[in-house]
């Protein structure tokens, strides 16, 4: 892994816009749990539910906040300082995607934390984030051939398709995953902060991505803020609008530039596998992919005897491990261990879920 020579002088920079939407979400977030306490937008204990008493959702609004409010802040003060220089990979509308995206995806959060919609409407939700991130010119053109050197270029309704799966299946990913204080917000940091890393390195260029390298470490700073009130014990849940908010921007972070579709599946490995599996699961017992249940990796961990917080710090370094392998990984062999992390998950998940489909299912029944 070889760092781009201006990588070391962008860095105060982007400490800078760290810590302020850090600030801005640390701050936001305890007046946005009061809203939701009065409209009710609360995550009530249950069968599926480890927590044991009431507790707000809707705090990836103010994750949201303060990510929207320190780019615009960052891309004004790059407009006049020049800290990085904008690609020709990244057009106003890019950015224009990716901003009201995510305020829609937010947006789109709000209402199903307040009136808990059914799963076919989150998923209807999902594939129009898609469309509007297609409508602005956002589309996956290419990935790292795992068959040999190269690219796979994707043009018309394959792009189109290949983008909508893309990021509805990481909304999916992180709402699948979303199951433990401060799990997928944590998941969420460690992915942010090994995108821009990685983005200042000569793996994704010569001259890598010192801009989306700024884009990752505002999400990151946000992310950050709201995990000192996340973390176990939470007092606030990041809720469906800090999932399709975090889904929609990691997916569409990955895609800026040079399509980092590949670096992104195997830094987010745990929520992505976890969602293949738990789907494959419900098939196979004839119920619907959406069917909720106990069955995802967070709760087999806690049935095996790991406490919370053990658990959420388990699958952290996990994320970390995997993050590290991205960045020392390169091209196709990024792929290759991301399969690998695919077939070892499922053999682990298969061991520890052994006999306990069914006894689950009739609970859950029940």
Not at 274 to 281: H, K, S, Y
Not at 302 to 309: A, I, N, Q, T
Request: aromatic share 10%.
């Amino acid at each position: 892994m070889t760092f781009i020579p201006s990588a070391a002088t962008l860095l105060p920079f982007l400490l800078v816009i760290l810590a302020a939407a850090a600030l801005i979400s640390f701050a936001l977030t305890p007046t946005i749990r009061r809203i939701a306490v009065r409209f009710d937008a609360i995550d009530r204990p249950g069968h599926r539910r480890v927590n044991t008493f009431p507790v707000p959702r809707g705090g990836g609004v103010g994750v949201m906040a303060a990510f929207v409010i320190v780019t615009l802040a960052a891309l004004a003060a790059n407009a006049m300082f020049r800290f990085v220089a904008v690609p020709a990979t990244v057009l106003p509308t890019d950015l224009v995607g990716l901003l009201l995206g995510g305020i829609l995806a937010a947006a789109f959060g709000v209402i199903d934390d307040s009136l808990d919609l059914r799963a076919r409407w989150q998923f209807l939700g999902q594939l129009g984030l898609a469309i509007v991130a297609i409508l602005f010119g956002i589309t996956v053109d290419f990935v790292a051939n795992p068959f040999g050197a190269g690219l796979l270029r994707f043009d018309g309704i394959v792009a189109y398709a290949f983008t909508i799966l893309w990021i509805a299946g990481m909304i999916n990913a992180i709402n699948f995953i979303d199951g433990l204080d401060g799990l997928s917000s944590g998941i969420g940091f460690i992915a942010a902060i090994t995108l821009g890393v990685i983005s200042l390195t000569t793996q994704v260029g010569a001259f890598g991505q010192p801009f989306v390298t700024v884009l990752c470490f505002v999400l990151a700073g946000a992310l950050l803020g709201f995990l000192r009130w996340n973390f176990h014990p939470a007092s606030i849940f990041v809720g469906t609008s800090g999932v399709m908010f975090l889904g929609y921007t990691l997916a569409v972070l990955s895609i800026l530039g040079t399509a980092k579709v590949a670096i992104a599946m195997l830094i987010l490995g745990v929520p992505i596998i976890d969602a293949f599996w738990i789907i494959v699961r419900r098939l196979a017992q004839g119920r619907s992919p959406f069917t909720p249940d106990r069955g995802h990796l967070h709760h087999r961990l806690l049935d095996v005897g790991l406490s919370h917080r053990q658990t959420v710090v388990l699958i952290y370094g996990i994320c970390v491990a995997l993050g590290l392998l991205a960045m020392v990984l390169s091209g196709t062999v990024q792929l290759y261990a991301f399969i690998g992390v695919f077939v070892a998950s499922g053999f682990v998940l298969f061991i520890l879920a052994r006999g306990g489909f069914e006894t689950e299912l009739a609970d859950f029944e029940d």
